[in-house]
């Protein structure tokens, strides 16, 4: 089916938690957008002040002025607030570096990306490196002999190593550069001494350890190696996700919460690093099949957004009632960084629920995935050609829509896992792709509350991601009892346009995830036509939709989806009107003689296919279109123009391509000998 359906070599496990793509660029409109902008100037100056109470103050306020408030976090950007913070890190008070961590923490986790590039450009690693063997320190000493320090003061560690491995878990994901870096700190014996001790340490400590380790051990071979070496991790990851020699006698919601998150991310981490070598307690150990799968579908399939969404809207009716945190700063009464409301708990309860949930999603997308990643040319893309040779014509005209999809393509690192184990997870994740109130944020505005948007809309996209990839699998070899369920197909068909309907296409700035959803969402309508091809019968606002994206894209990966999806509509032999909208959008396509194609050379090679898989078969009721039409003119008309767009592409640097070019130019000269011997 294409480079375009290949999984995504890079993903964003934290997603922006609080979005500014709402609001104009610049500063001014940030400015006049932020209700706080006469507080951001003296809480910068406090930063630098002599007197270390006012430097702490100063620290504790960046965090609650950022609080849901991307406008106000952006006039702090501005002031340079991350390299002030930076700055107090090496500060001479304890009290003063603590709170510095936790309120760049909290910038990495609402800001993203651009924040975290700015904290790594600015050299926040060097004195986090510091922090590293300090808190190593503390933490052996806490747990050889308890008694030594009092709970408040182990706690303020606690939440500061918390703090420090966030930052360092967003750092990582910030870019290469980044991650190169942090390899250097060598943090993977650092990170998994928390998950040894996890029955002696907060939850909530553990926890952000595994997550930096999941996001290190995600195709980063140095921390895979690493984790791979010593089979003591390994056996106390799986200690986790089998709930051995863990954590006993604890109770609270709050608590089973974290234990779940630390749970999947645990097999997350198995995972990313699998297959294990021997003597490891995971050598042998089918990852996928007998870890991931049936510790994660319980949590995405429990999993209901529309009450989520519901309770997300209660609490924020009620934290209005509650005064402002801004009204409560000031020197004498400032409030910890981390002090918040019993309705401010919830939500925090509520969005950690609902993170879990996309954790899973993705960790399940990874296992679900079955093409390589595109970057090295395997033997078996090199041989393609020639293992073809060996049929004949029609079936290489047959094969050519999957093309990229052969069974020896899915790799496996994650084990033996067949599509024979995925169709149970097609139900929840259909209703996991359904929008809710909350889902996206007003047209240039905010959400009422942008946590609970920003990981529902995230949870959509992975589930979606998710279905792209299963139905990826079994369409590279669909059962014939698959292929003849043509009513599960037109339901999850169905599924998968309501879901788009309700995104809709009134897209404005600050609702990218809803564009994010309809180019996935078209990935994965092109799967599953590719099964039930044939049996889906083709809706005129369906097929108008396909085109209109496919015309208004400027991405070639999805206009080769829009290809692909009409193609697979086009194929329902009493559609006889809807084939010839499909097929005249599809020869629109094709480049003349004298003018290329508009489209660019992989949506081309993707309508010939698509042409020539429809056509192939003179005897369906549809092929009028094809006589009538004088069809094969066209395609006479666009051989020239095919010939100079294949020679056009580069070998050295799109191999692939290149093969399928000269394929596909190849078998659009036989098509056309094909038809005109016909004769009518």
Request: aromatic share 4%; net charge negative.
């Given at each position: 089916m294409g480079k375009s359906q290949k999984k995504?070599?890079?993903?964003?496990?934290?997603?922006?938690?609080?979005?500014?793509?709402h609001l104009p660029k610049g500063l001014e409109s940030a400015a006049s957008s932020s209700p706080k902008n006469e507080a951001v100037l003296p809480i910068i100056q406090k930063l630098e002040s002599p007197d270390a109470s006012e430097r702490k103050w100063a620290c504790v306020a960046v965090s609650n002025l950022i609080q849901n408030d991307p406008a106000t976090r952006r006039l702090l950007q501005g002031k340079n607030v991350v390299g002030a913070l930076i700055t107090r890190l090496s500060d001479s008070e304890e009290e003063v570096w603590i709170e510095a961590a936790g309120a760049l923490r909290n910038l990495c986790i609402d800001g993203g990306y651009d924040i975290c590039a700015e904290m790594y450009n600015k050299n926040i690693l060097a004195p986090l490196k510091t922090f590293v063997p300090k808190i190593s320190s503390a933490l052996s000493q806490f747990l050889e002999s308890p008694k030594t320090a009092p709970e408040n003061a182990r706690k303020v560690v606690y939440e500061f190593t918390e703090n420090v491995n966030t930052i360092l878990w967003c750092l990582s994901e910030t870019s290469n550069k980044a991650l190169n870096a942090i390899n250097q700190i060598n943090l993977i014996p650092f990170l998994t001494s928390f998950l040894a001790a996890r029955a002696k340490l907060p939850i909530a400590t553990?926890?952000?350890?595994?997550?930096?380790?999941?996001?290190?051990?995600?195709?980063?071979?140095?921390?895979?190696?690493?984790?791979?070496?010593?089979?003591?991790?390994?056996?106390?990851?799986?200690?986790?996700?089998h709930n051995e020699g863990g954590v006993t006698g604890k109770d609270g919601e709050v608590f089973w919460d974290r234990m779940t998150t630390l749970k999947v991310l645990s097999s997350g981490i198995l995972s990313n690093v699998s297959p294990f070598p021997p003597p490891s307690a995971a050598s042998g150990v089918d990852v996928g099949k007998e870890?991931?799968?049936?510790?994660?579908?319980?949590?995405?399939?429990?999993?209901?957004?529309?009450?989520s969404s519901g309770l997300a809207e209660n609490l924020m009716v009620k934290l209005a009632l509650e005064p402002p945190q801004i009204e409560k700063l000031s020197l004498k009464t400032a409030p910890k960084s981390d002090h918040k409301s019993d309705t401010e708990v919830e939500l925090d309860r509520l969005e950690n629920k609902l993170r879990t949930v996309q954790l899973a999603l993705e960790i399940l997308t990874g296992v679900c995935a079955t093409l390589p990643d595109p970057d090295p040319i395997s033997e078996v893309q090199e041989?393609?050609?020639?293992?073809?040779?060996?049929?004949?014509?029609?079936?290489?005209?047959e094969e050519d829509v999957t093309d990229g999809m052969a069974l020896d393509d899915i790799p496996i690192a994650n084990g033996t896992t067949t599509a024979s184990h995925l169709p149970t997870l097609v139900e929840p994740l259909i209703t996991l792709i359904q929008p809710v109130r909350l889902s996206f944020p007003p047209t240039a505005g905010q959400s009422s509350h942008p946590p609970t948007t920003s990981v529902l809309s995230a949870i959509h996209v992975s589930a979606l991601e998710c279905l792209n990839n299963i139905f990826l699998s079994l369409s590279a070899s669909p059962s014939s009892g698959l292929i003849a369920a043509s009513t599960s197909g037109k339901q999850i068909w169905d599924g998968v346009w309501a879901a788009l309907g309700s995104v809709g296409t009134d897209i404005t700035r600050g609702q990218e995830r809803k564009q994010e959803m309809w180019e996935i969402g078209v990935g994965v309508l092109w799967g599953v036509g590719n099964i039930w091809k044939g049996s889906l019968v083709p809706h005129e606002d369906q097929v108008q939709l396909l085109i209109q994206l496919c015309n208004s894209s400027t991405d070639p990966a999805i206009r080769v989806k829009c290809i692909g999806t009409l193609e697979c509509l086009a194929q329902h032999p009493q559609s006889i009107d809807a084939n010839r909208v499909i097929a005249m959008h599809l020869l629109s396509i094709l480049p003349t003689s004298t003018t290329p194609s508009t489209y660019g050379t992989e949506p081309l090679i993707q309508t010939l296919s698509a042409l020539i898989d429809i056509y192939s078969d003179e005897n369906l009721p549809y092929d009028i279109n094809f006589r009538q039409g004088n069809f094969v003119q066209r395609l006479v008309d666009s051989v020239d123009g095919v010939r100079k767009a294949v020679r056009a592409i580069d070998r050295r640097k799109e191999r692939d391509?290149?093969?399928?070019?000269?394929?596909?130019?190849?078998?659009?000269i036989a098509f056309i000998k094909y038809r005109r011997a016909l004769r009518f």
């Amino acid at each position: 089916m294409g480079k375009s359906q290949k999984k995504r070599s890079m993903r964003r496990h934290n997603p922006m938690r609080v979005p500014d793509s709402h609001l104009p660029k610049g500063l001014e409109s940030a400015a006049s957008s932020s209700p706080k902008n006469e507080a951001v100037l003296p809480i910068i100056q406090k930063l630098e002040s002599p007197d270390a109470s006012e430097r702490k103050w100063a620290c504790v306020a960046v965090s609650n002025l950022i609080q849901n408030d991307p406008a106000t976090r952006r006039l702090l950007q501005g002031k340079n607030v991350v390299g002030a913070l930076i700055t107090r890190l090496s500060d001479s008070e304890e009290e003063v570096w603590i709170e510095a961590a936790g309120a760049l923490r909290n910038l990495c986790i609402d800001g993203g990306y651009d924040i975290c590039a700015e904290m790594y450009n600015k050299n926040i690693l060097a004195p986090l490196k510091t922090f590293v063997p300090k808190i190593s320190s503390a933490l052996s000493q806490f747990l050889e002999s308890p008694k030594t320090a009092p709970e408040n003061a182990r706690k303020v560690v606690y939440e500061f190593t918390e703090n420090v491995n966030t930052i360092l878990w967003c750092l990582s994901e910030t870019s290469n550069k980044a991650l190169n870096a942090i390899n250097q700190i060598n943090l993977i014996p650092f990170l998994t001494s928390f998950l040894a001790a996890r029955a002696k340490l907060p939850i909530a400590t553990v926890t952000a350890a595994a997550q930096c380790l999941y996001v290190l051990t995600d195709d980063n071979r140095p921390a895979i190696d690493e984790l791979r070496s010593n089979a003591a991790y390994t056996t106390c990851l799986l200690e986790i996700v089998h709930n051995e020699g863990g954590v006993t006698g604890k109770d609270g919601e709050v608590f089973w919460d974290r234990m779940t998150t630390l749970k999947v991310l645990s097999s997350g981490i198995l995972s990313n690093v699998s297959p294990f070598p021997p003597p490891s307690a995971a050598s042998g150990v089918d990852v996928g099949k007998e870890i991931v799968l049936p510790l994660l579908q319980p949590v995405v399939a429990s999993a209901s957004l529309t009450e989520s969404s519901g309770l997300a809207e209660n609490l924020m009716v009620k934290l209005a009632l509650e005064p402002p945190q801004i009204e409560k700063l000031s020197l004498k009464t400032a409030p910890k960084s981390d002090h918040k409301s019993d309705t401010e708990v919830e939500l925090d309860r509520l969005e950690n629920k609902l993170r879990t949930v996309q954790l899973a999603l993705e960790i399940l997308t990874g296992v679900c995935a079955t093409l390589p990643d595109p970057d090295p040319i395997s033997e078996v893309q090199e041989g393609e050609p020639d293992a073809e040779e060996d049929e004949d014509n029609d079936v290489e005209i047959e094969e050519d829509v999957t093309d990229g999809m052969a069974l020896d393509d899915i790799p496996i690192a994650n084990g033996t896992t067949t599509a024979s184990h995925l169709p149970t997870l097609v139900e929840p994740l259909i209703t996991l792709i359904q929008p809710v109130r909350l889902s996206f944020p007003p047209t240039a505005g905010q959400s009422s509350h942008p946590p609970t948007t920003s990981v529902l809309s995230a949870i959509h996209v992975s589930a979606l991601e998710c279905l792209n990839n299963i139905f990826l699998s079994l369409s590279a070899s669909p059962s014939s009892g698959l292929i003849a369920a043509s009513t599960s197909g037109k339901q999850i068909w169905d599924g998968v346009w309501a879901a788009l309907g309700s995104v809709g296409t009134d897209i404005t700035r600050g609702q990218e995830r809803k564009q994010e959803m309809w180019e996935i969402g078209v990935g994965v309508l092109w799967g599953v036509g590719n099964i039930w091809k044939g049996s889906l019968v083709p809706h005129e606002d369906q097929v108008q939709l396909l085109i209109q994206l496919c015309n208004s894209s400027t991405d070639p990966a999805i206009r080769v989806k829009c290809i692909g999806t009409l193609e697979c509509l086009a194929q329902h032999p009493q559609s006889i009107d809807a084939n010839r909208v499909i097929a005249m959008h599809l020869l629109s396509i094709l480049p003349t003689s004298t003018t290329p194609s508009t489209y660019g050379t992989e949506p081309l090679i993707q309508t010939l296919s698509a042409l020539i898989d429809i056509y192939s078969d003179e005897n369906l009721p549809y092929d009028i279109n094809f006589r009538q039409g004088n069809f094969v003119q066209r395609l006479v008309d666009s051989v020239d123009g095919v010939r100079k767009a294949v020679r056009a592409i580069d070998r050295r640097k799109e191999r692939d391509l290149k093969l399928r070019g000269e394929e596909m130019r190849d078998n659009l000269i036989a098509f056309i000998k094909y038809r005109r011997a016909l004769r009518f």
